[in-house]
């Protein structure tokens, strides 16, 4: 079964700061991993999505890299800001069906 | 971008009271969505599968007579929680899923469900 460990599980930085989410997965076999970003009370928002041929994903602060083989997930923020203050969670998914299996996410406060 | 809602946006009702929960995808018709549930500084539990014009596919432990789930249109599906007691207070939030040029799933807001 399908284990998705996200550390550390809450983090707080000043602004400017550049930062590291780690994700690690038990089952290597999987088809693609998502990052979301989550703030509270509301829905999610995807970040960024690494198909599982593939070893980084960027998108303007945001970089996502994949590991498949260590099962490994790393979501790096440049420069960080309040703004990104929010609780980030990552998901796998593991075939067609495109169910998401999420782990337990990081809670990202940034300080002015 | 798409664009997932969902209504209520909250909801309190009384113990033994029946809830229904619409997720509607706006601009784009969604083959499949699925229901979560994430309790309190938790983190997200698929519930269902549901996929438009044929039964909901439940997850190992959800109770299907309690969460009932249709998905008559390829825009709307609807979460029911039937019998509702205080334990199924959660965070509940669908995803929308086009099926065919894009791996990625759009979520609704979430629904705040508290039962007395």
């Known amino acids: 079964k399908q284990e998705v460990t996200q550390i550390p599980a809450a983090l707080s930085v000043p602004e400017g700061e550049n930062l590291v989410l780690n994700c690690s997965f038990t089952d290597s076999a999987i088809y693609n991993l998502q990052w979301f970003r989550q703030d509270p009370g509301k829905g999610l928002t995807s970040l960024l999505l690494?198909?599982?041929?593939?070893r980084e994903q960027t998108s303007g602060r945001l970089n996502a890299s994949l590991d498949k083989s260590s099962g490994r997930s790393t979501l790096y923020i440049a420069a960080s800001q309040p703004g990104d203050s929010a609780t980030y969670l990552c998901a796998v998914v593991m075939d067609s069906s495109y169910k998401l299996i999420f782990g337990s996410g990081t809670r990202l406060l940034v300080r002015p | 971008g798409a664009v997932v809602s969902q209504h209520p946006s909250w909801v309190i009702c009384k113990s033994g009271t029946s809830v229904k929960i619409e997720c509607r995808s706006l601009d784009f018709q969604a083959t499949t969505m699925f229901w979560y549930r994430q309790f309190p500084k938790q983190s997200l539990m698929l519930m269902a599968t549901?996929?438009?014009?044929?039964?909901?596919?439940?997850e190992q432990g959800v109770e299907k007579d309690k969460f009932l789930i249709n998905h008559a249109s390829l825009t709307l599906s609807t979460l029911t929680v039937t019998s509702a007691h205080p334990e199924d207070s959660s965070f509940y939030i669908c995803?929308?899923?086009?099926?065919?040029?894009?791996?990625?799933?759009?979520f609704g807001p979430g629904t705040r469900l508290t039962v007395l």
């Open positions: 995803s929308a899923w086009e099926g065919r040029s894009t791996d990625t799933q759009y």
């Open positions: 549901s996929n438009e014009g044929s039964k909901a596919t439940y």
């Open positions: 690494i198909q599982s041929s593939q």
